[in-house]
C-alpha cells in the first residue's frame, strides 16, 4: 500500500505544478486588437511583467484555492489509507486462518481471497477516482483563476498604457528588468480588494 501512496502523492504534485505552469506559461492570449503605433517615447517601454509566484502567493482567491485542493487531497489521502490499513489487518488474518488451516474447506478459502481480491481491485479504483477528481479539481480552480486574472488585466489596461504584460515564473522568464517594469503589488493589492467585494 506504501506504493499507492507514493504513486498519490507523485501524481498530484506533478499534476499542481504541470497546471501551474501550463496555466501560465502555455496560455495563448486572446486575438489580439488592433494598437495604433505607439511613439517611442524617452523613459519606460509599454510593457509590463507579472510575477506569477508571487501572485499566486499573495492573492487571496489562489491561497484559498490552493488551501481548498489542499484539504481535499488529505481527505483523500485519509481515506485511502484507512481502507488501505483495513485491508491490510484483513488480508493478514486471511494469511494466519491460512498458515493455521482454520477454514473448513478448500472452497471457503478461495471465497475469501476472492473478496480481499475484489476489495484491493475497489481500492485501486477508488486511488484512480479521487485522483481523478483532484485534478479536475485544480483544472477547475486554475481556469478561475486564469478567467479572473484575464478579466481583470483586460480591466486595468483598459487606458492601454501597456502594449505587453507578461509573466514571470521564479525569474524564468525575464531574468533582469527594472523596477518599473514589475506591476505585481499593484495587481495583487487590487484583485485582492476586488475579491474581498
Known amino acids: 500500500m506504501n506504493k499507492i501512496q507514493i504513486c498519490i502523492d507523485a501524481v498530484l504534485g506533478a499534476a499542481v505544478i504541470a497546471l501551474f505552469i501550463l496555466f501560465f506559461v502555455g496560455r495563448k492570449p486572446a486575438a489580439p486588437q488592433p494598437v495604433a503605433a505607439a511613439p517611442v517615447v524617452e523613459g519606460n517601454l509599454p510593457i509590463a ?32 489509507n484507512t481502507k488501505a490499513r483495513t485491508l491490510q489487518q484483513e488480508m493478514a488474518d486471511f494469511q494466519r486462518k491460512l498458515e493455521n488451516n482454520a477454514f473448513l474447506s478448500r472452497e471457503r478459502a478461495e471465497s475469501e481471497q476472492q473478496r480481499l481480491l475484489k476489495k484491493q481491485q475497489d481500492l485501486e479504483e477508488l486511488e484512480q477516482k ?50 518599473g517594469y514589475d506591476i505585481t503589488n499593484e495587481v495583487v493589492s487590487a484583485l485582492n480588494a476586488r475579491y474581498k467585494k
Open 130 to 179: 479521487l485522483t481523478q477528481d483532484i485534478m479536475l479539481e485544480n483544472q477547475k480552480l486554475n481556469m478561475q483563476l486564469a478567467d479572473t486574472l484575464t478579466a481583470f488585466l483586460a480591466e486595468y489596461n483598459a487606458d492601454g498604457r501597456y502594449h505587453i504584460i507578461m509573466p514571470n515564473n521564479a525569474k524564468d522568464n525575464i531574468l533582469m528588468a527594472a523596477e
Open 49 to 80: 511583467f507579472l510575477n506569477t509566484d508571487s501572485l499566486l502567493a499573495n492573492y487571496t482567491f489562489a491561497q484559498e484555492a490552493a488551501e481548498k485542493l489542499m484539504t481535499k487531497q488529505e481527505d483523500a489521502r485519509l481515506k485511502l
